[in-house]
C-alpha cells in the first residue's frame, strides 16, 4: 500500500533539504521524506526543465529551481542525486553558497571518485557523508520515483575519517526513518562489493542485449519475438539510464576491471567445460549457484 503522509509517524529531522537532481533517486528520496513528515521544506534544482515542472506537478518537493545557489542557500541537508560524473562541477558550484553547520550527503554508485572529486569542495563548518542506497529501477526521472523504493533496502554509507558522528548519526537516522537498513563501509571496499553485485551484472547484460542486437535482420526479429524470460531479464537490466551507467563505469574503472577479469576466466571455465562436455563440472557449478538465489530470498532481498 502506498505511504501516506498521516499514516507516518512525524518528527522533523531537517527544516530544509535540497536536492540537486530531482530524477528517479531524488524523487523517490523527497516523496519518502515528504511520506514520513522529515523536512520542513524540500527544494530541487536540476537542470531539466521537464524534471522540474513533473517534480511541482507531482507534488514531489515544495519547490524548484534552475539556481543551484538558491537551492542550497538555506539548506540544512543538501542532496546529490545526479549522474557521478556531475558531481565534482556540482560541489564547486554550490560550496560559495552552503550555510554554515550545513551536512551535504549523495546517492552516487560509486564512493571513491565522488569523494575525491567532492570533498575537497566541503567549506569549513559544512559536513560531507557519502552514501549510497542499493535501490532503485531500469526508470528515470521524477515520475519513475515512489516513496516505498527504500523499504527495507540497503543505504550504504561511506563516512570520511574527519566525518563528525552526529552528522552522520543524522543522516543514518534519515534512510532508517524512510525504511532503509544501514551499514557503514569503506570508500573502497564499498566500491568492491558493488562492481561485484551491481556493475558486473550490469555489464553482463549491456552485452548480452548489446550482442542480440547486432544479429543480423530475420534473427534478430525472432530473439525479440520469441523473448524468453532469461533474455527478458536482461533486457529490463540492460534499459537502464545510458549515462548514469557510463559514469559509473568510468568512475570505478579499477575495480570493474579487476572483478571483469576474474569473470572472463570464469567464463573461459565454462567454456571448457562445455566442449568437455562435463556435465558433473556444470551441474557443480549450478548447484552453488542455485544455493546463492535461495539465500538471497532467505535475507529478503529478492
Ligand atoms: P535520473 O533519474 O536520470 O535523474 C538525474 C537528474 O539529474 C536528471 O533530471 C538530470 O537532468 C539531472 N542532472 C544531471 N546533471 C545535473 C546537473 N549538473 N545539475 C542539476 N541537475 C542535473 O538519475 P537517477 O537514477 O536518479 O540517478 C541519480 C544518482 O543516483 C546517480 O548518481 C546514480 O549513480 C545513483 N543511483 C541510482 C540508482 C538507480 O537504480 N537509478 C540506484 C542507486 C543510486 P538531465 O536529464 O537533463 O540530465
Redesign the pocket.
Known sequence: MPKTKSSAKKAVLFNRIAF?????????MALAIRCAGLAGSIIA????A??RKTALKLKVVDEVTAD?AKAVKNADLVV?????G??G??AKAMAPYLKPGAIVT?????KQEVIAAVAPHIPKGVTFVPG???????????E?GFAELFDGRWAVLTPLPRTPAKALAQVTALWKRIGAKVDTMKPDHHDMVLAITSHLPHLCAFTVVGTATDLAGDLKQEVIKYSASGFRDFTRVAA??P??WR??FLSNREAVLNILQRFTEDLAGMQKHIRRGDGEALEKIFTRTRAIRRSIIEAKQA
Request: charged share 10%.
Open positions: 540537486i537532481g530531482i530524477g528517479h533517486i531524488g524523487s523517490s534544482c536540476d537542470r531539466s521537464t524534471a543551484i546529490i542525486a545526479t549522474p557521478v556531475t558531481n562541477a556540482i549523495d546517492v552516487g554508485s560509486v549510497h542506497p542499493l535501490a532503485g529501477t531500469e526508470h528515470s526521472g521524477p519513475s537502464s539510464d549515462v548514469m559514469d559509473i
